[in-house]
Structure formats: structure tokens, C-alpha cells
């Protein structure tokens, strides 16, 4: 039975709230349809591989572990990638950050960093109270689905939910706070306190992509994550911190937005219509501002174009890309994997160069590469006022001119990633785990998600390889 979970005869200033918090407690596992729950499925498969990849290849993750386990005495968690263990609270904060360290996650255009809520906080927190898959599965679908529709009410209203806040980081508190209530079968009061004191917590300046992708960047993700777990265990032991959420005087919208947002787009269908289907598998580790990008220079790449033989890259992009092509030193020439990630430049000329883009070509071996300097150093940006489409100009010594432009989102696979391609990127990521990860580990990891309703335990989901 599909159940819709909005509050008839509530004052609409408290709707949101409300159903937020009704839709978080409520929800059962027969509840979601079964696209919802297969789509969910393959989100935290992602969102595990690329964490596992993460705990060697992430800016700051190997030092945040060993910062956090070298404190360790007798934690319980697991840390993705790793045989290390920590409490609940630490293991959130670095699956967290794990997650989303490599900008591989999944994410949508207008509902933000799905990969970020959908694992950390609800599994940590599955290992410390042996909850089932079935109720994983729920905690994980809650968190998506409140993160989903937290960033579209702003996204909707036609500002970019990322100004002087990190939309991926601020806007994910509360996904990741409904989703730890719910693993720890919390009722609506209890809900309700635990979304108000992520309210307290909630932070995410971007100074840190502004002034020049510092590695601390690459690890924002476990924040929300921690204080949705920390929030969690308060809430049921009885901290009481109910209160409008959203709205006036001081809730998330009013704090952060000057009060822009679009009720409805919480409150309606929750429980019936999941935004959460529209979350994209990454097909290469870059932000996914830069996929049209890489699609169109690995067509041109198609074209077996010689390196040696181009005089010139013109490329031609949104004038809202600025952030992800200025300062133009520090994009076509990135001091970290991090920046690396968030440059047009580089990842163009990389898919020029080996017609792919892939996880090998983030480490600072391949930054340091002179052939990607000079291709680099031959892209300039012209950024358009206008809707105009994408295009990349490769312009030859011989005079020779190649061509590509991408109408709308064109990178193949995004949306709809086909099986092979998620099992492809799964055992792609898993080479780089800092415990050793052979085939038959990932094989069995893929296995246990795609029956993960199937266990009593969900925490024997990675408990059997961090031993």
C-alpha cells in the first residue's frame, strides 16, 4: 500500500516539518515500490565501491582514518575499505567523507548528493543495533528521500542551492539525520528531535572551493553524517529539540535562503512520488557538471587525434560553470585529486588524451603527467550568458578543425547506468581499497546488495571483510 504523508488541516508554514517527520517514523519497507527499493540498491552499492576506493585514493581520507581509529578503543563500526573499527559516531564521519571524497558518488541536478545520506550514518548505525537489511533499506530510501526534497524546494525555486553555503554538505544534514531515526526505530517526537538538532549543527561554507579546492573539501561529507548520528542517540535518550525546521524564524530557509523555498515540493506526494529515482550513477569521478565535458572529448578522441598535432582547444560552457573552469592556473594545472575532479580543463584534456577517464588518471602521478600540462595549457574557456549548448573546438596544426556540441546532458549511462557498467565501475573502484580486495570479495559484495533484503544482519554486509 502506498502511503502519502501529508498532514491535512496543518498550518502549510508547518507541513513540511511535519510530513518530514511523519514520512522519516512511518515508513515501512512494504511501503516503497520495488523500482524504489532496486534504485536504492544500486546507490549504496555505489556509494560503498566508491568509498572503499577512497580509502587510499581520497584527499584527506587516509589521514582523517588514521586521526579518528588511532583513538580507537573499542569501536564497533566498520570503516569502508579498511579492517579498522570505530564508534557508531566516528565510522559515520569517515564513511561519510569516504563516500563523496572522490566526487564519484551518486547525485542528481536538482536533488543533490544522494551518496552522501544514503549509507554512512543509517549503516553505522545498523552494525551497532544488528537491524535487518529490510530496515537498512528503509533507513537508506528515508534519507535519500528527505535529502531529495530538502535541495529541490531551494533548487525549484531557480537559485542554485550552492552560494556561499556547500549545498552537498549543508543540505544533507537532514537526510542524514532522518535516516539514522529511522534505523533506530525512533517515533515522531523523537524523529522531530532528532532533524532539530541536525538543525543545530548545520554547516558547509564553500570558502574551501572558492579560494582553491583545498583536500580538507574532499571530506565534507562525513560532517552530516556524524551529527545525524550523534543527533540520533541523543534524540532516544531523550534530548528534546523540536521545532520548525524550515520556515521562521530561524529554520534552514530562512537561515540560509532569505526564505526561499517551495513548500510543496517536500510535503507533496512524499511517500508516493520518489525524487530520489532521478539520482544519477556517476559514469566517471568528476563532478557531474563536467560530464557533458568529458562525453564530447571522448568522442573527439574517437576521431584518433594525435596530442602532438593540436594547436588549440576551444571550449565553450555556461557561464554558472565559472567555479569549475577559474582560476584558470589552478584548473589547468590542479594541485590535488580534489581540484582535479572540479576542473574542465583537466578532465577534457584527459579524455582527449586516453579517450576514457577514469580513477587511474586521479592520482598525483597522472597530475603531474607533461603531457597533460601541454594539453591543458592549450584550453581556453569561453563561458556563455546565454542556454547555448557545450562545445569543444579541436583545432589541428595542419588546419583541420574538429567539432563537437552537446544540446542537453548527453554523457551515455548516467541516469540509467546499465548492470555491467555498475558491476564494471564496482570492481574498478575496489582495486584501489586500502585493505586488500580481490575478486571474489567484490563479487560477494555485490551479491550481498542486490539480496540485502534477505539478511537478518545488515551489518554482516561488509563485517566479513573487515576482519
Known amino acids: 500500500m502506498l502511503v502519502e504523508f501529508l498532514c491535512v488541516g496543518e498550518p502549510m508554514n508547518k507541513v ?5 517527520v511523519k514520512f522519516s517514523s512511518q515508513l515501512r519497507y512494504e511501503d516503497i515500490p520495488k523500482g524504489v527499493v532496486e534504485h536504492c540498491k544500486r546507490i549504496i552499492l555505489d556509494s560503498m565501491v566508491t568509498a572503499i576506493a577512497a580509502s587510499t585514493l581520497g584527499d584527506a581520507c587516509p589521514q582523517a582514518i588514521k586521526a579518528i581509529t588511532s583513538n580507537e578503543r573499542n569501536g564497533r563500526c566498520s570503516v569502508f575499505g579498511t579492517t579498522h573499527k570505530a564508534s557508531a559516531v566516528n565510522a559515520a564521519f569517515l564513511n561519510g567523507a569516504l563516500v563523496h571524497a572522490l566526487n564519484f558518488d551518486a547525485t542528481g541536478d536538482e536533488i543533490g548528493h544522494q551518496g552522501v545520506v544514503c549509507l554512512a550514518a543509517p549503516y553505522a548505525l545498523a552494525e551497532l543495533t544488528s537491524a535487518s537489511g529490510k530496515e537498512l533499506i528503509v533507513a537508506s530510501v528515508v534519507a535519500c528521500e528527505v535529502s531529495a526534497r530538502v535541495t529541490a524546494a531551494i533548487s525549484r525555486t531557480g537559485r542554485h542551492p550552492s552560494e556561499k553555503f556547500l549545498a552537498g554538505q549543508l543540505l544533507s544534514y537532514f537526510g542524514a539525520a532522518a535516516g ?3 534505523i533506530l526505530s525512533l517515533g515522531e517526537s523523537q524523529t522531530h528531535s532528532t532533524l532539530g538538532l541536525a538543525l543545530m549543527q548545520i554547516s558547509g561554507s564553500r570558502q574551501h572551493i572558492l579560494t582553491g579546492d583545498a583536500p580538507a573539501k574532499s571530506i565534507y561529507g562525513g560532517f552530516p553524517n556524524q551529527a545525524a548520528v550523534q543527533s540520533a542517540l541523543l534524540a532516544r535518550a531523550g534530548v528534546d529539540a523540536r521545532c520548525e525546521l524550515f520556515g521562521e524564524p530561524a529554520g534552514l530557509y530562512a537561515m540560509v535562503y532569505d526564505g526561499s523555498y517551495l513548500p510543496d515540493v517536500i510535503s507533496e506526494g512524499l511517500g508516493r512520488e520518489y525524487l530520489l529515482l532521478d539520482a544519477n550513477i556517476k559514469l566517471w569521478p568528476c563532478s557531474l557538471h563536467i560530464h557533458d565535458f568529458v562525453s564530447a572529448a571522448i568522442s573527439l578522441a574517437s576521431e584518433n587525434i594525435n596530442p602532438e598535432n593540436i594547436a588549440s582547444i576551444e571550449v565553450l560552457a555556461p557561464a554558472n560553470l565559472r567555479p569549475w573552469t577559474e582560476p584558470i592556473a589552478a ?3 590542479p594541485a590535488n585529486p580534489s581540484a582535479a575532479a572540479n576542473s574542465v580543463q583537466y578532465c577534457v584534456a584527459r579524455a582527449l588524451l586516453g579517450g576514457a577517464l577514469s580513477l587511474d588518471d586521479f592520482t598525483l602521478q597522472a597530475l603531474s603527467d607533461p603531457a ?3 594539453l591543458t595549457g592549450l584550453i581556453e574557456v569561453a563561458l556563455n550568458t546565454q542556454s547555448d549548448p557545450i562545445k569543444i573546438t579541436v583545432r589541428l596544426k595542419n588546419g583541420d578543425c574538429l567539432e563537437k556540441i552537446c544540446h542537453e546532458r548527453s554523457a551515455p549511462g ?17 582495486r584501489f581499497s586500502k585493505r586488500p580486495f580481490g575478486g571474489p570479495d567484490v563479487d560477494a559484495l555485490i551479491e550481498g546488495i542486490s539480496r540485502l533484503e534477505e539478511l537478518a544482519d545488515a551489518g554482516d554486509l561488509y563485517r566479513r571483510f573487515s576482519t
Do not use: F
Not at 423 to 429: D, E, F, I, P
Open 180 to 182: 539514522a531515526a529511522r
Open 414 to 430: 548516467v541516469l540509467e547506468l546499465d548492470r555491467n557498467a555498475l558491476l564494471g565501475k564496482a570492481r574498478s573502484c575496489c
Open 372 to 374: 597533460i600540462h601541454r
Open 16 to 20: 513540511p516539518t511535519q510530513t518530514i
Open 331 to 333: 584548473r589547468r594545472r
